[in-house]
């Protein structure tokens, strides 16, 4: 490097430090691009800047990797640590080709390699990206080129706040050595890769640039489908072609998405002190996965779960910050108000209406609007529960939205389309008062502005909030596995519904609900509501408390649910502390020490918490009610009864375990509750241990109001097998309800007519249910039998009770 090089470097570095803001993308860059700082790193840059240099260095500084000015020494010899794959601008053009001296480097470092053997150096591509404008269809500039002087100096001044330093995966110069030579030419082919890596990049960060507003209507217009819709339209209703197409224009309107940089770039300041102010920390994990995805230009569509309002908010939040443009929103139409529905519009909210039922023309125009933004590349963003769950379970998958994102694809679109699963999770959701209120009776209220500002008055610290990124479904792999002539079906003018659409999307959408469970996040709050809603009088000493969160801690380390899910890394005495902090729960204190407990009206609000993550002990917790009620009996019995019971619990609660791997699965269950003695083995027989049946047997009640409610339905079947469909859901619903009241039982979900809808579905899929829906006798009576014996006595004889006053009601009926 040249003395005036340095110079000026030193000089750009006061400005540089007092204008320019890095955001710095992963923020951890050695796990998650497994960097070994122990071996050789270089930065590839896509252009000659000595601002783009000078920004790198300060956030490589903040991040503890090397200083890309600091030079890098091989046996004896010193070279830079940066390399450009092309120049700058100059006054005689721009200059694209790799520039010698990168040449030389490239080929020096190579031949290093081919010297020594133990050598590997890591090239690490560093993008330096100043605002993340998409700018305009009509503007066709490239989407990353190189700015001159002046240009980089009003950038800076405009977007120095707003700067991302991106760092990508290192490429191993050993494996290149090793596998594509050390001459020249292996420096210009790294050079043309990393030129589409870096403009890849830069379209993950900013999107595909906006069309004008009237300009896309008028394409959607022009749509074959739309065009054949507005006429057969107007032939039927015996009206002007206008007249429709007018009404055509009006939908668009009132569906299409208005997305303003600006309002997402002062969006993220003011998320980021919300944030600040609502939440002790935002917790993210597995968004790698995503930021390459992107980065492989993959059309991506964000499928999260829905707990509230602020979800919307918080994802579009949490990809603005990992270096993604924010998606496009489906948003109910119920949001569209003043002022909300107008910023959401410009956040990148597209409104849907509740139902298309009958109207051609607006489901058309919705559908063709959706094929144009996947046409364009633009991420989209639905929440498949069709609303808030109420309950904090994950609801079943409305699937339209799905229906037509397939529809999309037989439209022929030139990428891959993939499924990003999104568990989103809160230690206070703000509307779990207004859900439980809703759930008893209470009419829910229109969304409006004094709903907003009651909202923002209660606004206080709300704890942790979790996003986690599920496994990813690439659906074009998913369509050649289950459809391997889909593709036959691909019509580039109007979408198609082939037969085989309505139970691909269907399997689809079971698969997509089990990936965002299987992203679970669990935490202090919900644990702890796990544990004292087990508890007989929802309270416990505060020392049983953390015992029995140490047995969940150590269930959910050593047996993972899946790769995806969370488990906090603090021990079970600072979750109690930070749960009670919360203060959800009753501490009161006496002679022997504390007690932990919960009210009525805190119970009911807890069942939201525990919901949340009761999917990841329904395993060990049934298999623990089966050791408890039987006391003792071999492992093989234990895993015949769980594989009975299991396909109702993967229904309801999404399970991942499929029937092939069900096996090992409780062997490893049952194994870590001998290994926390919870159960003694002796050979094949599993025992109760009587110095730990405390642990054991909140485990247990954890999913017993489940087994009380599949008892309810089961019993009721035994004894009328020619009961109707329609009756035994009803019928069923109102035993649970009268259950729920005698027992004092308050998660509202126990008598939800949806759960027992769910049942007697799966109870006609698993065999149990004739092609009438009668029941089959012995599998019927077998099922009630197991289940009699996993429900208390006392339940048992409320049960049978209620069954005879209603046999006694009809009785006097038919004698009447």
Known sequence: MSSWQKIYQKILDLPLSLLVKTHSIPSDPVADLDLDLERPIVYILPFRSNTDLMTLRSSTQRLGLPDPLSPLELNGQQFVRYVYISDGPSVFGDKTELPQESIDLFTALLEHHKQDSELDIQVVPASILWGRKPGKEENHRPV???????????????????????LSPAVS?????????????????????????????QLAASGPKLPDRQVLFNRLLNS???????????????????KVRKEAVDMMEEIAADFSYSLIKRG???LGWLWNKLYQGLNIHNAKQVRKLAQDGHEIVYVPCHRSHMDYLLLSYVLYQEGLVPPHIAAGINLNFFPAGPIFRRGGAFFIRRSFKGNRLYSTVFREYLAELFAKG??????????????????????GMLSMTIQAMLRGLNRPVTLVPVYIGYEHVMEVATYAKELRGKRKEKENVGQVIRTLRKLRNLGQGYVNFGEPIPLNHYLNEHVPEWHKDIDPI????????????????????????DAAATNALTLCGVALLAARQRALS????????????????????????????????????????????VVERDSLGEMV???????????????????????????????????????GEIVEQVRRLYPFLQAELFLRYNKDELDSVIEAQVDELVRQRLVLRDGDQITLNSARIGPLHLLARTISETLQRYAIALTLLNSEPQLMKSDLEQQSQMMAQRLSRLHGINAPEFFDKGVFATLVKTLRSEGYLNEECHAVSQPVEQLAEQLAALVSPEVKLTIQAVMNREDRGDESETGA
């Open 144 to 166: 990353l080129r190189p700015l001159n002087g002046p240009e980089k100096f009003f950038t800076i001044l405009g977007h120095g706040r707003d700067c991302m330093v991106r």
């Open 542 to 585: 505060r020392e049983d408390l953390e015992q029995q969160i140490d047995c969940y801690l150590q269930l959910l380390r050593n047996v993972p649910y899946s790769q995806q899910f969370t488990v906090p890394d603090e021990d079970a005495k600072a979750m109690v502390k930070h749960a009670i902090d919360m203060d959800k729960f």
């Open 224 to 242: 074959k489908a739309i065009e054949k819709v507005v006429a057969e339209e107007a032939a039927s209703r015996d009206v002007p072609i206008e």
């Open 597 to 635: 407990s919960l009210n009525r009206q805190q119970a009911i609000l807890m069942t939201y918490y525990r919901n949340n993550i009761i999917h990841l002990f329904a395993m060990p917790s049934l298999i623990a009610n089966i050791v408890i009620h039987h006391q003792e009996l071999a492992v």
């Open 378 to 399: 633009y991420s989209v963003e639905y929440f498949s529960e069709g609303g808030r769950s109420r309950t904090g379970r994950l609801l079943p998958a409305k699937t």
């Open 173 to 201: 110069l050993r494996y290149m050595a090793d596998h594509h030579g050390t001459d020249d030419s292996i420096a210009n082919k790294l050079a043309r890769v990393a030129r589409i890596h870096f403009s890849r990049q």
């Open 494 to 517: 109007e979408p198609q519904r082939p037969q085989w659409l309505n139970p691909v999307v269907n399997d689809l959408a079971v698969k997509m609900m089990t990936h965002i469970n």
């Open 268 to 270: 993220d300041r003011f």
